[in-house]
């Protein structure tokens, strides 16, 4: 069982009762599982633990003296993901357009669909059809572009200020992200 | 002496004199915890290693933000699952990988790791593991190795308690039946 130092009483009381739990409830599943013993099989080099938070001062020594401000870096960052999301949202919109008006099949011809966000923040351009391509011509479950948001959205999601750039952009260009939401579990699903 | 609690951590961080020292011990406090979880994930020690280092950078950039809307745990779990799975989708895109591919090549990392040290059975129960979908992967280690309640769950994953804890029993039941075969 692993011992994490620095816990507090109440935090191991917690996850005794925790343990104890999750044990019962495996019993009822399982036959051959008997919950974790020790690491698994996974070992260390020694005194990693000890080694390691010297190796995270260090690293975070060079993050602060090197170039720009590391906070312009990461607004810099959460910029194009933004525009990323932002740029999706229009592909999607666009192709629910293009299908309404009968120009291309309906929604399940196209419900495995291909989204590669970090595609898009990797490249120094973003570029509308290249978007509506990856959209609609690639193998991904609409679940998959989903969790792609997720990924992507995760780190910020405590951030209001990143949710209110998203929500402006879409007002801006008249795109009602409920209708958007509620379009996508309709017909992906 | 009392251990602080994540409220008086992140108090001295945030107020106190001496920042660094207050993250040090935040550091100290999670590094395993981290570590274990992300080194399940992604099997090979050296990937873990840099990969504990990025979550704790990451940490201590985003900390100055962070609202207690989530557990101090539950936040850095969540930090470090995003880096895990980012890693395994950057291994995918640069080695032209498909899923499958990914967990096969995970199994032989399995195989060939200097530092496993676990008997047939326990990699055995490994490579069942590895044979779920990263998801439920992620889902199951929490529940089995890390002993997070489900609501903690829903928290790191962003998903609801009650498909977290469908998603657990269904791979129990893949894992069973793998061991079995």
Do not use: C
């Not at chain 1, 692993?2 to 935090?11: N, Q, V, Y």
């Not at chain 1, 405590?158 to 879409?170: A, C, G, H, V």
């Not at chain 2, 929490?142 to 609801?160: C, Q």
Request: aromatic share 14%.
């Amino acid at each position: 069982m692993l011992i994490f130092r620095g816990l507090t009483d109440k935090d191991e009381k917690m996850r005794k009762e925790t343990r104890e739990n999750i044990r019962k409830e495996l019993e009822g599943l399982s036959s051959s599982l008997r919950g974790p013993d020790g690491n698994s099989g996974f070992s260390l080099p020694d005194n990693y633990f000890e080694s390691l938070p010297v190796n995270i001062q260090t690293r975070l020594k060079d993050e602060r003296s090197s170039g720009p401000s590391v906070f312009s870096v990461f607004y810099y960052s959460r910029m194009v993901r933004a525009a990323a999301v932002f740029l999706l949202l229009i592909g999607i919109a666009f192709g629910f357009y293009m299908i309404r008006s009968g120009e291309y099949g309906t929604y399940s011809e196209y419900a495995g669909t291909y989204v590669d966000l970090e595609y898009f923040t990797d490249q120094s351009y973003l570029d509308h059809t290249l978007l509506y391509d990856m959209v609609f011509e690639s193998d991904l479950t609409a679940d998959e572009i989903l969790y792609e948001f997720e990924i992507d959205a995760v780190l910020w999601d405590y951030d209001d200020e990143y949710l209110e750039i998203l929500l402006e952009d879409s007002r801006y260009y008249g795109i009602e992200s409920s209708y958007l939401i509620s379009s996508l579990d309709l017909n992906f699903n | 002496m009392t251990k602080p609690g994540d409220d008086e951590l992140l108090r001295m961080f945030n107020e106190g004199d001496n920042p660094d020292y207050a993250f040090n011990l935040i550091v100290r406090k999670y590094q395993e915890m981290v570590y274990w979880h992300v080194r399940r994930l992604v099997i090979v020690h050296e990937d873990a290693d840099d990969i504990v280092q990025d979550v704790f950078v990451k940490v201590w950039k985003s900390l100055p933000k962070f609202r207690k809307d989530s557990a101090l745990y539950t936040w850095i779990y969540r930090i470090a699952t995003n880096e895990s799975l980012s890693f395994l989708k950057r291994k995918k895109r640069h080695m032209f990988l498909s899923i499958g591919d990914v967990s096969r090549q995970l199994e032989e990392s399995l195989e060939a790791d200097v530092h496993y040290r676990g008997s047939e059975m326990e990699k055995k129960i490994q490579k069942a593991i590895l044979s779920l979908p990263e998801k439920q992967r992620v889902v199951f280690n929490l529940r089995y190795f890390d002993e997070m309640k489900y609501e903690d769950m829903a928290e790191v994953l962003g998903t609801s308690a009650g498909a977290l804890k469908a998603s657990y029993h269904h791979a129990v039941k893949k894992i069973e039946k793998y061991i079995a075969s």
